[in-house]
């Protein structure tokens, strides 16, 4: 069983940045994807970042691409979810989720290949 506990959200002026963390244990899976989906308040919850820890291989959504980057740190057993730019409509609870290993075609499925969440850290984007 993978536990996973995310970290870092807070409150940031619109452009501004942050960085949340994923501390992942006892480790993170390998050939599998994690990911950060994110869910404001009356809207469904959608996958933000996902990337394939076998490799390099991400994708974002498109309201993200060019200001968000996820990375991931076996060494550390930790996600991340680098954010810039930030506008007040990424404002949400983001989670930190990941897949069993399923090797790369883990990053064409959905959110119900996700077998292990967080409990999801607030990020609100206000001036």
């Known amino acids: 069983e993978v536990q996973l506990v995310e970290s870092g959200g807070g409150l940031v002026q619109p452009g501004g940045s942050l960085r949340v963390s994923c501390a992942v244990s006892?480790?993170?899976?390998?050939?599998?994807?994690m990911a950060w989906f994110r869910q404001a308040p009356g809207k469904e919850r959608e996958a933000v970042a996902i990337v394939y820890t076998g490799g390099d291989a991400a994708k974002y959504a498109d309201s993200v691409k060019g200001r968000f980057t996820i990375s991931n740190d076996r060494t550390k057993n930790a996600l991340y979810l680098q954010m810039n730019n930030l506008r007040p409509e990424d404002t949400a609870m983001y989670y930190c989720a990941s897949t069993s290993p399923l090797g790369s075609l883990c990053l064409n499925r959905g959110e119900d290949a996700y077998r292990y969440w967080g409990q999801g850290t607030q990020v609100t984007v206000s001036s």
């Open positions: 006892p480790n993170i899976y390998s050939s599998a994807c």
